[in-house]
């Protein structure tokens, strides 16, 4: 019998969808996973992971990306039309473009064909850290200046009165340089912050994160006013003076 007071009730682990039409990739994925104390769903082609995602409500979708019919970057797409479960693409391909593709669409992270299962637990835990939901600061509402606001209790940004909605990651990159305004943030520490220390060399990531960012807040992001490159070291969120609605918690602006 459960107790009516006191003691908690323990969470269950994280419940993982694993998506590809081959299955001894489905099969060496869930085994290792399992190992490892996650859950696991099975889909073998994009619309039973489509139909997965709406009924059993994953915490993470490992999503194959050259599937026969529909693709990963449809499912993808399909999945990004009613929800914002983090979603980590597995591909044999390598390039770039795909890279940018993928995340451009929604996804959270990219693993390439083979991968050993170190690697594949180490990036399902780091997406399932950055992308976890943060508490609340004390500082609910933080204004920059008469054009931008961030709200910290619903993760958006208010820009000139429009309320623009921002994924985990790219709020987690923003509070990280907002903790810093005024200082130079090296690209090692920020990736180690945002996407966790086995990043710190990925700067393309950064870098598009970074661009993401500056299309959301900057008027002319060719020409940002809010978030600056020092080149060879790292990025620098404007010096601004508080004005919030609440108070500023641990929130504090580098000396002139």
Known sequence: MLPLSGGKIPQKPPLVLVVDDEPRIIRFVSINLELEGFRVLEA???????????EKMPDIVLLDV????????????????FS????????VRNSEEDKVRGLDAGADDYITKPFSPRELISRVRAVLRR???????????????????????????IVEGQRVKLRPTE???LRHLLENAGWTIPYGTLLSKVWGYE??????YLRLYINYLRKRIEPDPAHPRYIFTER??????????????????????APQ
């Open 84 to 91: 914002s479960v983090p979603v980590l693409m597995l591909t």
């Open 131 to 157: 992308t976890h939901p943060l508490a609340p600061s004390e500082s609910l509402l933080l204004e920059i200046d008469d054009r931008l606001s961030v709200d910290f209790n619903t993760g958006e940004l």
């Open 171 to 173: 709020f987690r990159l």
């Open 44 to 54: 073998h082609d994009g619309l039973e992971a489509v139909q997965q995602v709406r």
């Open 199 to 204: 990043y710190k060399d990925s700067i393309s």
């Open 232 to 253: 060879g070291l790292g990025y620098r969120f404007v010096n601004f003076r508080k004005r919030q609605a609440k108070s500023a918690g641990n929130y504090s602006n």
């Open 66 to 81: 050259t599937m026969p019919e529909l693709d990963g970057f449809e499912t993808l797409g399909m999945i990004r039309d």
